[in-house]
């Protein structure tokens, strides 16, 4: 089973985002994309995003399509570009083109994959076939290991929360091909429907490697023994947002004495990962690793195998021939999601590849792509935000002057990280051999990596300079354990980032995704960890009573809402998400104010600056959605649905009361007693 994560505060600016008066740029916002026939104060939602919902209906190949989606898509484009550039032309053997060519070359040669089939991965699924004790299992799960390949639990490597200068082994709960343990345990009429199709898609896949019905019809019981017992002591989604229930040191002999059935050691050094280095460890979930090791101490050679050949299935198949990776798209494409049809190769050739070698594509990709004109424009947009969050932190009345201060410490130690990074790894030792399948080059790269992060962080300290997403990709993020707030070069386009268009649209686009990420920093989870990334309490505690207070005022109004009319939102799973809407709201609405309070912006196109700021955040959230998509992402996305980040946030925000003159009486009115607040 396979496991594949400094600004310091300065005086208000009242500098514009760009270079040119304010007068000359447009309002940013697409007319088309509105529906005028709605009434704002009744949906807001249907009317900011209405006529694009309209113009781009769902594609048969996505589950979702938004305007979020089609910067992506559009963003893939540009990298597919690059890479079909890569592959009309001739290289030296061992450079970082070359590698990238011939790997683009064979995740595009289907004409060879569907003449090898299934071959590349059979000689796996043979010498397990060939195991018959568990011993001789178990030695083949160890010659897996140097390829990433986990069994039953996850490991890696990351930052110890609590010492977070320093990298330690982390055991986590893992080995579920579903992922969330509701689709094995829930009874509801939608998720036996899953679970049962799922059933049928073992078997399929099973048969198409070879197996008799009958003998994969008993693999897959096999399987879903195993998957359900490791999905009853599974601690759900929800239970996992919280970071000390998570973190449970030990040394290691004494989780060798507690969990002997999982053989650590010999795992890790299998992994080329040194006992020297795991004398102490971190687990996640201790239940967990109690119920697994249980269920190893029971396990059956047959369960065993027909366990780790479902495992390297379920991995690989969408790395071998058309009829695999179409039997792989009927279940978790369109049952799971919804979605009618699969992505067409050279998107999904360029995806695989971009896994694999994204850092090696983002420095082609930034070298033609982002200028040093929109780096320098995000810097003062995260000054400025910088700056309004603190002057929000200063003004809540709930908080007293030492949690105050230490929040303020810590938002002015954030890390910030915008474009791309600084230094770049480096890939020379990764071996692409064009005369080999594809499969054994997707495993050559998870061999790589796997050596890499053993080899750059077992024993060593953080490297604040790591990025954990690659630059030309669409997001950001933040990191409690380094304190950093990251912006990829390739979220820094429309419509989250317009240079052609005022300050208005791009503090309401661009400038809540900044601090979306800040407030990340003071969230359920963010706020357990101070300014050096290290998990403390560094509130008093009538303060973080207060947190939580009004915390779970904002868990129990989106857990209200209905996403279909037998599904409520999980609002304790989304909490992080929506809390750091709401703060990324106030925080750059109040930014937007300060940057151009010497400036007098028109009403472009017939909407004021504030209005054109709210319909800038709600335009980054249009989409359409299959309601297969809505369940799935209900179980297992922490970010609220686009509409609810839109119609659920907004009744929250004062000033957009103002903005659009919503008053009492219409629907999306919540009285000024009940708006939610924290930031």
Same mark, same amino acid.
């Given at each position: 089973m396979k496991i594949n994560r400094i600004i310091p505060i300065v005086a208000i600016a009242s500098m514009s985002v760009t270079s040119m008066a304010q007068g000359e740029l447009k309002s940013g916002i697409e007319l088309a994309n509105l529906d005028r026939s709605v009434n704002p104060a009744e949906d807001f939602y249907e009317f900011a995003c209405g006529g694009w919902m309209k113009n781009n209906p769902l594609p048969a190949?996505? #589950?979702?399509?938004?305007?979020?989606?089609?910067?992506?898509?559009? *963003?893939?484009?540009?990298?597919?570009?690059?890479?079909?550039?890569?592959?009309?032309?001739?290289?030296?053997?061992?450079?970082?083109? %070359?590698?990238?060519?011939?790997?683009?070359?064979?995740?595009?040669?289907?004409?060879?994959?569907?003449?090898?089939?299934?071959?590349? +991965?059979?000689?796996?699924?043979?010498?397990?076939?060939?195991?018959?004790?568990?011993?001789?299992?178990?030695?083949?799960?160890?010659?897996?290991?140097?390829?990433? =390949?986990?069994?039953?639990?996850?490991?890696?490597?990351?930052?110890?929360?609590?010492?977070?200068?320093?990298?330690?082994?982390?055991?986590?709960?893992?080995?579920?091909?579903? %992922?969330?343990?509701?689709?094995?345990?829930?009874?509801? #009429?939608? &998720?036996?429907?899953?679970?049962?199709?799922?059933?049928?898609?073992?078997?399929?896949?099973?048969?198409?490697?070879?197996?008799?019905?009958?003998?994969?019809?008993?693999?897959?019981?096999?399987?879903?023994?195993?998957?359900?017992?490791?999905?009853?002591?599974?601690?759900?989604?929800?239970?996992?947002?919280?970071?000390?229930?998570?973190?449970?040191?030990?040394?290691?002999?004494?989780?060798?004495?507690?969990?002997?059935? +999982?053989? +650590?050691?010999?795992?890790?050094?299998?992994?080329?990962?040194?006992?020297?280095?795991? $004398?102490?460890?971190? /687990?996640?979930? /201790?239940?967990?690793?109690?119920?697994?090791?249980?269920?190893?101490?029971?396990?059956?050679?047959?369960?065993?195998?027909?366990?780790?050949?479902?495992?390297?299935?379920?991995?690989?198949?969408?790395?071998?021939?058309?009829? /695999?990776?179409?039997?792989?798209?009927?279940?978790?494409?369109?049952?799971?999601?919804?979605?009618?049809?699969?992505?067409?190769?050279?998107?999904?050739? &360029?995806?695989?590849?971009?896994?694999?070698?994204?850092?090696?594509?983002?420095?082609?990709?930034?070298?033609?792509?982002?200028?040093?004109?929109?780096?320098?424009?995000?810097?003062?947009?995260?000054?400025?935000?910088?700056?309004?969050?603190?002057?929000?932190?200063?003004?809540? *009345?709930?908080? =007293?002057?030492?949690?105050?201060?230490?929040?303020?410490? !810590?938002?002015?130690?954030?890390?910030?990280?915008?474009?791309?990074?600084?230094?770049?790894?480096?890939?020379?030792?990764?071996?692409?051999?064009?005369?080999?399948?594809?499969?054994?080059?997707?495993?050559?790269?998870?061999?790589?990596?796997?050596?890499?992060?053993?080899?750059?962080?077992?024993?060593?300290?953080?490297?604040?300079?790591?990025?954990?997403?690659?630059?030309?990709?669409?997001?950001?993020?933040?990191?409690?354990?380094?304190?950093?707030?990251?912006?990829?070069?390739?979220? +820094? $386009?429309?419509?989250?980032?317009d240079p052609t268009a005022d300050d208005a649209f791009n503090y309401g686009a661009i400038g809540v995704v900044i601090g979306h990420e800040m407030t990340h920093g003071f969230d359920d989870q963010g706020r357990h960890y101070d300014k050096d990334g290290n998990m403390s309490d560094w509130w008093t505690e009538s303060d973080g009573k207060n947190f939580t207070e009004r915390a779970d005022e904002y868990a129990d109004f989106?857990? *209200?809402?209905?996403?279909?009319?037998?599904?409520?939102?999980?609002?304790?799973?989304?909490?992080?998400?929506?809390?750091?809407?709401?703060?990324?709201? $106030?925080?750059?609405?109040?930014?937007?104010?300060?940057?151009?309070?010497?400036?007098?912006?028109?009403?472009?196109?017939?909407?004021?600056?504030? $209005? %054109?700021?709210?319909?800038?955040? #709600?335009?980054?959230?249009?989409?359409?959605?299959?309601?297969?998509?809505?369940?799935?992402?209900?179980?297992?996305?922490?970010?609220?649905?686009? !509409?609810?980040? /839109?119609?659920?946030?907004?009744p929250h925000i004062d000033m957009w009361y103002d903005a659009f003159g919503v008053k009492e009486g219409d629907k999306m009115f919540v009285p000024k007693s009940k708006r939610l607040s924290l930031w």
């Amino acid at each position: 089973m396979k496991i594949n994560r400094i600004i310091p505060i300065v005086a208000i600016a009242s500098m514009s985002v760009t270079s040119m008066a304010q007068g000359e740029l447009k309002s940013g916002i697409e007319l088309a994309n509105l529906d005028r026939s709605v009434n704002p104060a009744e949906d807001f939602y249907e009317f900011a995003c209405g006529g694009w919902m309209k113009n781009n209906p769902l594609p048969a190949a996505n #589950s979702r399509y938004g305007s979020f989606d089609k910067l992506a898509e559009d *963003n893939d484009k540009r990298i597919n570009s690059i890479l079909t550039d890569l592959k009309n032309n001739t290289y030296e053997s061992g450079t970082t083109e %070359r590698k990238l060519s011939d790997l683009y070359k064979l995740a595009t040669d289907s004409v060879r994959r569907n003449r090898e089939g299934v071959a590349p +991965l059979m000689p796996i699924i043979m010498k397990l076939e060939k195991a018959k004790t568990l011993d001789a299992l178990f030695d083949v799960q160890l010659e897996m290991a140097a390829y990433g =390949d986990s069994e039953f639990y996850g490991t890696y490597i990351g930052a110890d929360e609590k010492n977070a200068t320093c990298n330690i082994l982390n055991v986590v709960q893992s080995g579920i091909t579903l %992922r969330q343990k509701e689709y094995y345990l829930d009874t509801d #009429s939608s &998720t036996v429907t899953i679970r049962e199709a799922y059933k049928k898609h073992i078997v399929r896949m099973f048969k198409l490697f070879g197996f008799k019905e009958k003998v994969a019809t008993a693999k897959m019981q096999n399987v879903m023994k195993l998957e359900t017992e490791l999905a009853k002591v599974s601690k759900s989604m929800t239970e996992l947002r919280d970071p000390e229930a998570n973190y449970n040191k030990m040394k290691l002999s004494d989780f060798e004495a507690r969990y002997p059935n +999982l053989k +650590l050691v010999r795992v890790m050094n299998a992994t080329g990962l040194k006992v020297e280095h795991i $004398q102490e460890l971190v /687990v996640g979930q /201790v239940e967990f690793l109690d119920g697994v090791n249980k269920l190893i101490a029971g396990l059956t050679p047959a369960e065993y195998r027909d366990y780790m050949e479902w495992g390297q299935i379920t991995s690989y198949a969408n790395y071998l021939s058309d009829e /695999v990776v179409s039997a792989n798209f009927d279940f978790f494409g369109k049952t799971m999601s919804g979605r009618k049809a699969n992505h067409p190769l050279w998107k999904r050739a &360029t995806g695989q590849v971009e896994n694999m070698m994204g850092q090696a594509l983002g420095k082609i990709y930034v070298e033609k792509y982002f200028p040093v004109s929109s780096k320098e424009r995000m810097q003062k947009l995260v000054r400025n935000l910088q700056t309004s969050l603190g002057e929000r932190i200063k003004q809540q *009345n709930w908080m =007293d002057v030492s949690t105050k201060k230490n929040a303020l410490d !810590k938002l002015n130690s954030f890390y910030v990280k915008i474009g791309y990074p600084d230094k770049w790894i480096d890939m020379s030792a990764l071996k692409i051999d064009s005369k080999k399948s594809y499969l054994e080059n997707i495993l050559e790269c998870n061999r790589f990596w796997n050596k890499w992060t053993i080899d750059e962080k077992a024993g060593k300290p953080v490297n604040k300079d790591e990025w954990h997403m690659f630059p030309q990709t669409v997001n950001a993020y933040y990191n409690p354990t380094t304190n950093e707030i990251c912006f990829p070069a390739g979220i +820094l $386009q429309v419509p989250f980032f317009d240079p052609t268009a005022d300050d208005a649209f791009n503090y309401g686009a661009i400038g809540v995704v900044i601090g979306h990420e800040m407030t990340h920093g003071f969230d359920d989870q963010g706020r357990h960890y101070d300014k050096d990334g290290n998990m403390s309490d560094w509130w008093t505690e009538s303060d973080g009573k207060n947190f939580t207070e009004r915390a779970d005022e904002y868990a129990d109004f989106f857990s *209200n809402i209905k996403v279909l009319p037998d599904l409520n939102a999980n609002g304790r799973f989304t909490l992080g998400e929506n809390l750091a809407d709401h703060g990324g709201l $106030q925080v750059a609405y109040y930014a937007f104010k300060n940057a151009t309070k010497d400036s007098h912006l028109p009403v472009i196109d017939g909407f004021t600056p504030e $209005q %054109r700021f709210f319909l800038a955040y #709600s335009g980054v959230w249009a989409g359409n959605i299959t309601d297969a998509e809505i369940r799935s992402r209900t179980k297992s996305d922490p970010h609220s649905l686009g !509409k609810w980040r /839109v119609n659920g946030a907004l009744p929250h925000i004062d000033m957009w009361y103002d903005a659009f003159g919503v008053k009492e009486g219409d629907k999306m009115f919540v009285p000024k007693s009940k708006r939610l607040s924290l930031w």
